[in-house]
């Protein structure tokens, strides 16, 4: 996250309203609760990830073993089997 200084991007009255309350500190803005994105949206890791499990489930319908995945994953027997069973 990269600090930006008030005065550069808040209308004055803003800005002097904001020293009211706080000043020389840091203050973080939320995003709407609308507009805020699930983990690994932004990146695409979430995806990535949807993908992967995917594979995994193919791979074990085509008799391929738990302990196989695992490896060829690097996921725990554990992982790979709460991602088989997962609806």
Known sequence: MKYLNAKTILPDALVKELQNYIQGGYLYIPVEQEQQKRWG??????????????????????????????????????????????K
């Open 41 to 86: 949206e932004v990146s695409g890791y979430r995806q990535e990830l949807t993908l992967r499990n995917r594979q995994i489930k193919k791979d074990y319908q085509n008799g391929v073993s738990i302990d196989r995945i695992g490896e060829k994953y690097s996921l725990s027997c554990y992982a790979v089997r709460k991602i088989i069973y997962q």
